[in-house]
């Protein structure tokens, strides 16, 4: 879950780092730290905790010339965050130096050993273990540092993803990669290196996705060479960026969260662009349409996913269950597999992830596969580990999401799972061709109903302003409204540091009404549908025992509007997409609460964008 940059080539290394790195903060953000060498072999080595804006500061005036170089943005696993702790590490000669995302899980047996070795380790980090084990292995083996990190990683349990570099060889970067991301963006006549391709766009769209267990040596002389972790020499495969510099800025906007709520419209309209045609009743997702025979007729689809991509799993499961009467399984992937599941070869699972690279996820993925499962993805990155480790796959177009706690990935996610139920409906034939063409027709609105929604924020911010300073808030949603409450309260808690909890709104009455209080806010959708009358039922239940409702209405409703303290219209729409509408005032209420409570919106505490750790 941290940022990795790394240049080699003609240019000077250090602004292309520190750009690198301040593109890379929503992947960590505890500490930062950078390690530049040049002809003259010698190695400037500079790490600070805190920002990059701490780590600029650190440096001032002191020497940054070099051509090579690394760095990285920490989000803490191994060891608090501070000075000792932040990337690079160096090697007990001081010669080596290392950055690294991932965790090496056996680094106590390895350091053990090390000290007896006589190596003193001066940070709590696993990075630093490894860094001296690449040193010992080189030593003792007397090889290059190439084969020095291919040796040593034969011996790490772990995910990894490493860029080390030898002060005594000012022209090559040594990469490797296990279960974390890592991108080689390939210049005219140099390198670049990213955790993900935010720090590479600028300078280049062509790029090699390291695949795992894959070594890699990028060098001024002799270009770039990758080979497996057992010799083996592989061909690199060159792709083309497809991203655009401009939406990795924030374009105006205080923060980038802000910008992506009000980006939904677009993105959700890029996400349909090509799927479907209500004029021609056409709805389908081209990567999956291969498998709609298997998906059609297999047992069951699990879906897996983790925080946000794991509540538009669940209006997954209310729209394939309901409109394709297809059986679904929605499961937190970092349970799933170690909770000895049954899946065989006829299960469909479907992987969501944002950014494509979620460790518990990966992992699922894996061990479904390994039971002979078919596996589909949705993801946002495109390139991503998930999309390549997938059978077939959407991807949701909703473009680089930079803000930690998810918006437009939410609403596109639950876009393309909206997709797949509907093209699946159609080929099963359990929808009616007049449902099916009101269905899109109203699916191929929601971009400007999202639009109208937005409208709302000036209201929203009045809201905020009178509950920003609460300790407690609880969600409410019936049927395809309660993963929006679950979305809702977890964007509360992300960002501003309130604690929230979402529950099917019938469950108050088992539990959480015993917490409800004149101080407790109680945010509902009651949005036109089946269960509105039951949820204008709780709403009721909250106001006899003094809570504060602030409800989520469709627009015109005059009977919540009586009983709520706040209501929030939004348009009408079908009950299948009222989700995507609805969330849409949550996002805003948490982000205007988070900037009153002057909380770093985009950099939430203790949170990082992609998780690629377990």
């Known amino acids: 879950m941290c940022g990795i940059v790394g240049y080699v080539g003609e240019k000077q290394a250090y602004d292309i780092l520190i750009k690198g790195l301040k593109r890379l903060e929503y992947r960590g953000y505890d500490s930062s730290g950078i390690a530049i060498s040049g002809d003259e072999k010698d190695l400037k080595f500079y ?10 500061e650190f440096i001032g005036d002191r020497s940054t010339k070099g051509t090579i170089g690394i760095g990285h943005t920490r989000w803490a696993t191994h060891g608090p965050a501070n000075d000792e702790n932040a990337h690079p590490h160096a090697s007990g000669d001081g010669n080596l130096v290392l950055i690294h995302n991932g965790i090496i899980e056996n680094y106590a047996s390895l ?18 273990v490894l860094i001296h084990l690449i040193e010992e292995v080189k030593k003792q083996e007397n090889v290059s540092l190439f084969e020095a990190v291919r040796l040593s990683l034969t011996e790490v349990v772990g995910a990894y993803a490493i860029v080390v570099m030898d002060k005594n060889n000012p022209d090559e970067l040594v990469l490797a990669k296990k279960s974390s991301p890592l991108v080689i963006g390939i210049g005219d006549n140099d390198f670049y290196v990213g955790s993900d391709a935010t720090p590479i766009i600028e300078y280049t769209k062509n790029v090699v996705y390291l695949e795992d267990e894959e070594i890699a040596i990028i060098s001024k002389k002799n270009g770039l060479k990758i080979k497996k972790l057992n010799n083996q020499d592989i061909s690199p495969t060159i792709q083309e960026l497809q991203m655009k510099l401009d939406v990795l800025e924030k374009g105006g906007y205080p923060h980038f969260m802000l910008k992506e709520i009000f980006e939904q419209p677009k993105t959700i309209l890029d996400c349909m662009r090509g799927r479907v045609n209500a004029q021609k009743g056409f709805v389908s997702l081209g990567g999956i349409e291969d498998y709609a025979t298997k998906i059609l007729n297999a047992n069951r689809i699990i879906i897996i996913a983790c925080g946000t991509s794991w509540h538009a799993g669940l209006v997954g499961e209310y729209l394939i269950e309901d409109l394709a009467r297809i059986n679904v399984e929605v499961e937190y992937a970092s349970e799933f597999r170690y909770r000895n599941p049954i899946i065989n070869e006829n299960d469909i699972v479907l992987a969501i992830s944002q950014s494509g690279e979620t460790a518990d996820t990966l992992a699922a993925i894996k061990l479904a596969k390994s039971k002979g499962a078919t596996i589909l993805g949705i993801c946002n990155v495109v390139g991503s580990t998930i999309s390549r480790e997938t059978h077939a796959g959407a991807y949701t177009h909703a473009g680089p999401e930079i803000g930690v706690a ?3 990935a939410f609403t596109a996610q639950v876009t393309v799972l909206s ?5 699946l409906a159609q080929k099963k034939g359990t929808i009616e061709k007049s449902k099916l063409n009101r269905l899109l027709f109203e699916l191929e609105s929601i971009p400007e109903k999202v639009a109208e929604v937005l409208k709302s924020d000036d209201l929203c911010k009045e809201i905020a302003a009178i509950y920003k300073d609460v300790n407690n808030a609880l969600y409410l949603g ?6 929006v ?17 979402g529950y099917p709104a019938a469950e108050m009455k088992h539990g959480p009404i015993a917490l409800i209080d004149e101080e407790m806010p109680v945010f509902v959708v009651a949005t036109k549908g089946p269960s509105y009358e039951k949820v204008v039922s709780n709403i009721q239940e909250v106001k006899a025992r003094k809570g504060k409702v602030i409800s989520i209405v469709t627009k015109g409703d005059e009977d919540v509007k009586k009983a709520a303290d706040h209501v929030i219209e939004i348009p009408h729409t079908e009950e299948q997409f009222a989700p995507i509408l609805a969330t849409i005032p ?3 209420l948490s982000y205007h609460m988070a900037v009153m409570r002057e909380c770093n919106v985009d950099q939430p505490r203790n949170l990082a964008k992609s998780v690629t750790v377990e």
Request: glycine share 6%; net charge positive.
């Open 478 to 483: 019936r049927g395809y409204s309660f993963p």
């Open 485 to 501: 409450a679950l979305e809702g309260a977890l964007k509360l808690k992300e960002i501003s540091y309130i604690h929230a909890e």
């Open 111 to 128: 350091k053990k050993e090390l000290e007896k070795r006589g190596h003193k380790f001066l940070s709590d980090t696993d990075t630093e």
């Open 47 to 56: 790490k600070r905790k805190g920002k990059v804006a701490k780590l600029e």
């Open 419 to 423: 997709l797949l139920a509907l093209s």
């Open 406 to 408: 998810s918006t437009k």
């Open 586 to 588: 949550f996002q805003l």
